[in-house]
Each structure stands twice: as structure tokens, then as C-alpha cells.
């Protein structure tokens, strides 16, 4: 496959998650404003942290005045997963030179990471052309979407905006059911989400993603272990 083709094929990948990015940071730059978060630091914060859920949360903390040390905390939680992230992809990047290895650690969403992730699975050589643009894409739709936000924050009110915030859910359901649909895999899933869904009523914070994270895939690869053994078995 040429460069060219590898670029056209990472806008096609990227175009729904790109669709769903921009309202969201919409959203978010709405909100920050009504929050009296002046424009350009909202914008900033798309461009510094470039996390959906790490903004949110940190417009609600500015809300209540939590203590800095808190916040920082807090956000460095919520993202622990890219840890387990870069770890995943990293073997799939051996073969980069190190900048721009670097490079793509700045892109590494949750969506990014499961739409090449899935084409790397597949026995797909990532190239830096397919995954660059990729990421590139997205961090740009997130940026356009919050400079947007951010302009139009002071006449659109928040009750309005925050009907947008569905769009993330959205888009994690949509590339759930678009990847694998095994029962390892639906076992991961439910107890992932029911995990994070109980440390929220408990008002647990982000330790409900990162529990539901780790958990959720331990036993999904335990059974996915379990039946190929199973199967091996079987076969001999």
C-alpha cells in the first residue's frame, strides 16, 4: 500500500470518530465558558491535556474549588490507562524512529487506540503516514471543536450544550460493538462498565476507570486463555 493510500485510508477510519470528537469539545468549550473559564485557556487545555474526560472533570472541580494538588491528582488518575495504552501499542511501533514514536504518544486516545489497535491485531503493519493522520485528525477536530466552543460559549447556554455530552457514550458504544464480539471480549466490556458504573455511585472518581479497566480485561483474557485451552484440547 503507498503512502497515499495509507493516508486516505486513516482519514476514512478517523472521519466518525473525528464527527463525534468536534461537538463534544464543542460542548466542552461551552460549558468552560459558562464556568468563567476565560476562551483561551479552555482552548490551551485542548491542545496541553487532549482528554475528553480530564476536561470535564476539571471544569467541575474548578466549579467547586477543589485544591490544586487535587486536581493534578485526579487528572493524572484518569489518564493512568494511556500507561497500559502505550504499553499495548508500543511493540506495534518497534520499528519507528524514536520522534516520532513520541509523536504518536500525543494522539494515543481511547478511540484512537482501539481503531489502530484492531488493524494491528489483524496482522496490519502500522505505518507512522496511517497513524500520524489518524491522530493528527482527531487532536485537530478536538481543538476546532473547543476554539468553536469557546466562541460561542457566551450565547449558548449550558443546559443546551450539555445535551451534546451524549456523543461520548455514543462513540464508545459504536467502536464497542464495531470491534470483536466474542464472549472474552463481552465479558471484559460488562465487567469493565459495571465496575465504573458502581465505583460512580460510590463517588469513587477515576478509580472506577482504571479498575474497570484492569479487571475487565484480566478476565476477559483469562477466559480467552481458558477456551483456547480448551480448544487445544479438543483438537488433540
Not at 460561542?152 to 447556554?157: C, K, L, M, R
Amino acid at each position: 500500500m503507498s503512502r497515499r493510500d495509507r493516508v486516505a485510508l486513516a482519514l476514512k477510519d478517523v472521519l466518525p470518530i473525528m464527527l463525534a470528537y468536534f461537538p463534544l469539545s464543542i460542548t466542552f468549550g461551552v460549558l468552560a465558558a459558562a464556568s468563567g473559564v476565560p476562551w483561551h485557556t479552555s482552548i490551551f487545555s485542548s491542545i496541553w491535556i487532549y482528554s475528553g474526560g480530564a476536561q470535564f472533570m476539571l471544569i467541575s472541580m474548578l466549579d467547586t474549588a477543589t485544591a490544586p494538588t487535587t486536581i493534578i491528582a485526579t487528572i493524572l488518575l484518569v489518564n493512568m490507562r494511556h500507561i497500559l495504552y502505550g504499553a499495548t501499542m508500543g511493540p506495534n511501533l518497534a520499528h519507528w524512529r524514536e520522534p516520532l514514536k513520541w509523536l504518536a504518544a500525543v494522539g494515543l486516545t481511547d478511540e484512537s487506540f482501539v481503531v489502530t489497535y484492531n488493524r494491528a491485531a489483524a496482522g496490519e503493519k502500522l505505518a507512522p503516514s496511517y497513524y500520524l493522520t489518524f491522530a493528527l485528525a482527531a487532536y485537530g477536530s478536538w481543538i476546532a471543536g473547543t476554539v468553536v466552543g469557546a466562541g460561542i460559549g457566551e450565547i449558548v447556554p449550558s443546559e443546551a450544550a450539555a445535551v451534546l455530552s451524549f456523543a461520548l457514550p455514543a462513540l464508545f458504544l459504536a467502536l464497542l460493538f464495531a470491534g470483536e464480539r466474542t464472549l472474552p471480549h463481552l465479558l471484559a466490556a460488562c465487567t469493565g462498565a459495571a465496575l465504573a458504573t458502581l465505583a460512580g455511585l460510590m463517588n469513587l472518581g477515576g478509580i472506577g476507570l482504571i479498575s474497570g479497566g484492569l479487571i475487565g480485561a484480566t478476565a476477559g483474557q483469562l477466559l480467552y486463555r481458558q477456551r483456547s485451552r480448551i480448544s487445544k484440547q479438543a483438537k488433540s
